[in-house]
């Protein structure tokens, strides 16, 4: 209803600019919890162990280079949460907004197929996803 009275031209990339921007706050307020703790604790090793030390993970390569790449822009966990979830958003951003043609079922499908949901616990797999889309 709100984007009917609203006076813009491209009122759906308003709207779909809003909900990830809603979307986007959402995920960098949050408390770690569950998987983000792990995350976060394998961040903050980044500068006490070798990089020989983080493959023994056993983690996706890409994913220890990303945060040897985070860690050298900051040591601050925040900041590391707030880049790996505008990243685990992209991908679902652009392909919203490249193939829909209704934006607002289209978000709500990302609600409810639980693809928003990766992006508080399963931090890799929504990145993948990501790239992927």
């Known amino acids: 209803?709100?984007?009917?009275?609203?006076?813009?031209?491209?009122?759906?990339?308003?709207?779909?600019?809003?909900?990830?921007?809603?979307?986007?706050?959402?995920?960098?307020?949050?408390?770690?919890?569950?998987?983000?703790?792990?995350?976060?604790?394998?961040?903050?090793?980044?500068?006490i162990q070798n990089f020989s030390q983080l493959i023994q993970l056993r983690w996706e390569f890409l994913y220890m280079v990303l945060n040897l790449i985070i860690k050298l822009l900051t040591s601050n966990e925040r900041i590391f949460m707030a880049i790996i979830s505008f990243l685990g958003l992209l991908g679902p951003y652009f392909f919203v907004k490249k193939y829909s043609n209704n934006y607002f079922f289209s978000i709500i499908f990302l609600i409810i197929l639980e693809i928003y949901h990766y992006n508080f616990y399963i931090i890799r797999q929504s990145l993948a996803l990501s790239i992927l889309l």
Do not use: H, T
Not at 9 to 27: H, P, T
């Open 1 to 47: 209803m709100l984007l009917k009275i609203m006076p813009f031209k491209n009122k759906g990339k308003i709207f779909i600019n809003i909900a990830f921007l809603a979307f986007y706050i959402v995920l960098i307020i949050r408390e770690p919890q569950l998987d983000m703790i792990k995350y976060n604790n394998v961040f903050r090793q980044m500068s």
